[in-house]
């Protein structure tokens, strides 16, 4: 991984270029950005819990 530190008024315009995408290109991005983020694989994705609740009726 490498990076390169930039002056804040040298930075590319990224808001343009994904403001002319579509929403659900946007949304699919974001969704890849937080799994690598989280270092999340498919079998490692997080999953509601199940939750069993025992009633006893009268």
């Known amino acids: 991984m490498t990076y390169r530190k930039v002056n804040q008024k040298q930075q590319p315009k990224d808001c343009?270029?994904?403001r002319t995408r579509p929403p659900i290109e946007r949304l699919a991005a974001l969704e890849q950005i937080r799994a690598e983020y989280h270092g999340?694989?498919?079998e490692t994705r997080?999953?509601?819990?199940?939750?069993?609740?025992?009633?006893?009726?009268?």
């Open 16 to 18: 343009a270029y994904w």
């Open 40 to 42: 999340w694989t498919d």
């Open 46 to 58: 997080p999953r509601l819990e199940r939750v069993y609740r025992i009633v006893k009726q009268a």
